[in-house]
């Protein structure tokens, strides 16, 4: 089966997900003036680092099985 765009799916709602994190760090920020702020952004901004887009994630989605 070759299914690329839930590949596509997939990186969309991860990128969603951790900018939701960083998002939420910023909000934390303007409105109570913690200094925890930044484990938020930093929390989020390591989550998009680690899901950059790999080639070998399209290549497993195009597999073909026998």
């Known amino acids: 089966l070759q299914k690329l765009g839930l590949v ?11 900018d939701v994190a960083v998002l939420f760090g910023v909000i934390i920020h303007f409105l109570t003036g ?3 702020y930044v484990a938020a952004i930093a929390v989020g901004g390591l989550g998009i680092l680690m899901h950059f887009p ?6 497993d989605a195009t597999y073909k099985g026998l």
């Open 8 to 18: 596509q799916q997939a990186y969309v709602v991860a990128f969603a997900l951790c």
């Open 54 to 59: 790999r080639k070998q994630h399209l290549l």
């Open 34 to 36: 913690s200094p925890y």
